[in-house]
């Protein structure tokens, strides 16, 4: 993988329809072609911010957000509801695909997908075993502030090096799940690049992206590796929080990210059971 | 799509059961860590949490002059530049190394409580100062592996969520914010003499008007004078006094003792609380007491002043951290070498020195 230093082109994200819009308190009320906000639009609406200011930097800028949506295949009424809906919320959305259920993996990969976003964490896993990068799109509150994209990248799996990843064997993680956190690394690597450049247009303050590092279990000592790694690839990341297992909820509650790549936490709820 | 109750969904706030598998999962882990011999951090809810800004941990004087005349950019450089050098310590450094003391001998008593001290640094300041600050954690050997860098944000949303018992600053707007939420928090300054303190016993001394208590009686005071005051107090002896911002970590602080006194450690017991008052014992020190005792809480010793200057008494006490509410007790604490807190609450902050100060003076920016 080689690193693209000052990559054109966009950075393209993919988002499930039911993300972006809530179906599951659709109305009755069939005379409205429009389906209810869902959890991403916050996200969408954070992005559509970064790009204008982008754009207002510098009008021939090319690496900006594109936002492209996926759909399991479903009836032509609802197809034409989501367009609509798009349309309507006047979001920018680049491409929609409709795909059959088995190939949500085909469909990302063939796309190029920079990141893929969802609120299904075991989507994010499989996605994420397969190779493709993939985060936790964070639930928002509806009070949240828009214009602020906020990223955390997880310090646990970017603070261990190469080698003590394979360490990691000794805390008791299996063979796969060591092979999980180094796929994770890799695609946390790619996207880090990209945003760190993002980024990099704006000052240290009043930007519109905000990078964060969360180290919800390793030590301190792996949170300064995680700040020093992603310094290396190109992010001067803006906040940093340490957990050392404290539970991860209330800071998050506080925090608002967009994006959340995971910790591999839920790799250790297996942890507890065996070792006993 | 969608899955059943109990699976996680990606930021919604996970269910208790699902926190306590993660803090088991945690647990696990370290104690699986064969290379790691640094005792396990304690699960907030049952620590007793004390949040530290960087400035109050180390001394950043200078690099702080640099933010301020340089701006934010050339400060974040600055520090990048000096990031292999440890900081000097600050003025709540000894507290943190009485606090980690404490732990030292709670562990050996109770070897899997975790009724314990967390010391957790919560500062606005830019994540990549984060690894200067971590490299001078290391440096001191201190037990500080919580942190919250907001990069520029408040920090007081944090403080709540870490379920912070005691927060302290050197910026008293921060710790006006966090007082204005419930949560006990005094403002530090640095301190030019400091004298020689225990290494074996953490003290701790409170004012008591206004910090462990609320400015009511106070109040009269600087309202109706002293007469009033010693009348009211009689009178309303048997009253307990509503509580002030500092009773809770009053209390905290006795529930560790006890942990102690069951262990037949009260002599040796390593926390130690002073209370330090103006108020005289004949005329209005009965009140304190039984305000105290209706509460449950004891002081070790309480001292009362009779409005005697507090800086040569808390020479002699020598404590890691005095709180009042009255800048005139803090400077005069400072001037024989005690580090002194100050609790931006209550009517105290509209005087100086007796005298009452123009309502847009007092209000601190």
């Given at each position: 993988m080689e690193d693209k230093k000052n990559y054109s082109g966009p950075l393209m994200i993919a988002l499930q329809y039911n993300d972006l819009f809530d179906l599951d308190s659709t109305s009755t009320s069939t005379n409205t072609d429009v389906l209810p906000k869902g959890r991403a639009f916050t996200f969408i609406k954070a992005v559509q911010a970064v790009n204008e200011r982008l754009v207002e930097q510098n009008?021939?800028?090319?690496l900006l957000f594109e936002v492209i949506l996926i759909a399991k295949e479903c009836s032509e009424e609802i197809k034409m509801k989501i367009v609509e809906s798009v349309k309507h919320y006047g979001l920018e959305i680049g491409k929609f695909f409709f795909y059959k259920k088995e190939e949500l993996i085909n469909t990302l990969q063939s796309n190029k997908v920079k990141l893929f976003l969802s609120t299904e964490r075991d989507d994010v896993y499989e996605a994420l075993h397969t190779g493709i990068p993939a985060a936790l799109l964070y639930d928002q509150a509806d009070d949240h502030v828009l214009n602020r994209l906020k990223v955390i990248f997880s310090g646990d799996v970017i603070g261990f090096s190469e080698d003590s990843l394979d360490s990691l064997s000794d805390f008791g993680f299996s063979e796969t799940q060591i092979q999980t956190f180094k796929a994770a690394k890799i695609c946390m690597k790619e996207f880090a690049v990209l945003i760190g450049q993002m980024r990099g247009?704006?000052?240290?303050?009043?930007?519109p992206l905000c990078t964060c590092v969360l180290t919800s279990w390793g030590s301190r000592n792996v949170c300064a590796s995680a700040l020093k790694t992603l310094r290396e690839w190109g992010v001067d990341v803006d906040e940093a929080f340490c957990l050392a297992g404290a539970p991860c909820s209330p800071i998050l509650a506080v925090v608002k990210p967009h994006i959340l790549w995971d910790g591999g936490l839920h790799n250790m709820r297996d942890l507890s059971t065996q070792c006993q | 799509m969608s899955k059943p109750e109990g699976t996680e969904r990606g930021g919604q706030s996970n269910s208790d059961n699902s926190e306590e598998k993660d803090w088991a999962a945690v647990k696990a882990l370290f104690d699986n860590a064969k290379t790691t011999k640094k005792p396990r951090p304690p699960k907030p809810s049952n620590a007793v949490t004390i949040a530290v800004s960087s400035r109050t941990l180390f001394n950043m004087v200078t690099e702080r002059k640099v933010f301020e005349e340089e701006g934010l950019e050339r400060y974040v450089a600055h520090q990048l530049e000096l990031e292999d050098q440890p900081f000097t310590p600050g003025v709540s450094f000894p507290f943190v190394k009485a606090l980690m003391n404490v732990n030292a001998r709670l562990r050996e008593l109770y070897p899997d409580s975790e009724e314990l001290f967390d010391i957790v640094l919560v500062t606005n300041n830019h994540a990549q100062v984060g690894v200067r600050l971590i490299n001078s954690i290391n440096y001191y050997d201190l037990t500080i592996e919580r942190f919250c860098?907001?990069?520029?944000?408040?920090?007081v949303g944090y403080l709540k969520a870490y379920m912070t018992n005691l927060y302290l600053s050197k910026d008293s707007k921060k710790v006006q914010e966090a007082i204005e939420e419930g949560i006990a928090a005094a403002t530090m300054f640095t301190c030019d003499s400091e004298n020689e303190l225990s290494d074996t016993q953490l003290r701790v001394a409170f004012d008591g008007d206004a910090v462990l208590f609320s400015d009511e009686s106070e109040i009269i005071v600087k309202e109706h004078g002293l007469d009033t005051f010693f009348r009211h107090e009689k009178e309303f002896e048997n009253k307990p006094l509503a509580k002030g911002p500092l009773k809770c970590f009053l209390e905290a602080l006795g529930k560790l003792q006890r942990k102690f006194y069951a262990k037949n450690q009260r002599i040796s017991c390593p926390i130690r609380t002073y209370l330090v008052t103006?108020?005289?014992?004949?005329?209005?020190?009965a009140r304190v007491l039984k305000t105290l005792r209706s509460w449950g809480l004891e002081v070790d010793e309480a001292l009362f002043l009779a409005g005697a200057p507090k800086g040569p008494l808390l020479q002699k006490i020598r404590p890691h951290i005095f709180f009042d509410d009255q800048m005139f007790h803090i400077e005069g604490a400072q001037e024989l070498g005690t580090i002194a807190a100050h609790v931006p609450y209550g009517i105290g902050q509209k005087y100086h020195k007796g005298k009452r100060i123009d309502a847009s003076e007092a209000e601190k920016k």
């Open positions: 009008k021939t800028e090319s247009r704006f000052g240290k303050e009043n930007s | 860098m907001t990069g520029g944000e408040s920090p103006a108020r005289s014992a004949a005329s209005a020190g």
